[in-house]
């Protein structure tokens, strides 16, 4: 069983709710995750970058909410402040427009759990809520018996992994099919 989240948390003002994600939610996770790339990703990748990772990388796994390992914040008038994931299973970063194949489960004795697709809207930027979710998905990771995390950064997720303890790995220039080249860092932390 998975901790559930319940309490709702007051941010100026607006009372914030975090659920777990449900496939009704997905046209509102598009325009979140649009709006969050293309404001918070500025100063870390150009336009060419932003648009191209959004048609060909960043988007929901839908297999995360199928799962019931993914997570959004709610407010109290029903949008969508922020949504994250972590995973049980091996794909490391993309949503559905980037997967292929079988998706297989990761053995929590041998390997790190997932953290996944991490999106705040701007309006709710730097308030902890990325933290709130991180806390969230590393502790239904560490109930399932996974001792360690990994994901796959952007450049503008490197100051928040960092912050919350994951270390670099892999430097990964990822060419995209329009041949726009997308710098990430593949990061990992201990579970303690
Ligand atoms: C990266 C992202 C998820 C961070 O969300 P957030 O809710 O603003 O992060 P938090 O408020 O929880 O930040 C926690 C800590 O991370 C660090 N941090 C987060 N964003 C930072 C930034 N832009 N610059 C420097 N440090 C940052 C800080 O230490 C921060 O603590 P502080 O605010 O007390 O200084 C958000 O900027 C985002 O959605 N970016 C666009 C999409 C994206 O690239 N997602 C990452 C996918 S891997």
Redesign the pocket.
């Known amino acids: 069983m998975q901790p559930h989240p319940t309490e709702p948390n007051r941010y100026n003002s607006r009372v914030l709710r975090l659920r777990a994600a449900s496939p009704d939610d997905l046209p509102a996770l598009r325009t979140l995750?649009a709006e969050?790339?293309r404001a918070?990703?500025i100063g870390?990748y150009d336009d060419a970058q932003r648009e191209s990772g959004l048609r060909h990388v960043?988007g929901v796994d839908s297999q995360l909410i199928a799962d019931g390992t993914y997570f959004v914040f709610v407010d109290d008038l029903g949008a969508l402040a922020?949504a994250?994931g972590w995973s049980r299973r091996r794909t490391l970063?993309g949503g559905d427009q980037a997967k292929s194949g079988p998706d297989d489960l990761l053995d929590p004795a041998r390997e790190p759990a997932r953290i996944r697709?991490?999106?705040?809207h701007p309006d709710?930027?730097?308030?902890?809520?990325?933290?709130?979710l991180?806390t969230h998905c590393r502790d239904c990771a560490r109930a399932e018996g996974f001792t360690a995390l990994e994901?796959?950064?952007?450049?503008?997720?490197v100051?928040?992994?960092?912050?919350?303890g994951f270390t670099p790995m892999v430097h990964e220039d990822a060419v995209l099919p329009d041949g726009v080249v997308l710098p990430m860092v593949q990061m990992r932390v201990a579970v303690d």
Request: net charge positive; proline share 5%.
């Open positions: 995750i969050s790339v918070l990703s870390f960043f922020a994250g970063y697709a991490f999106f705040v709710f930027a730097r308030r902890g809520l990325a933290r709130r991180f994901l796959m950064a952007t450049l503008p997720g100051p928040l992994y960092t912050a919350l």
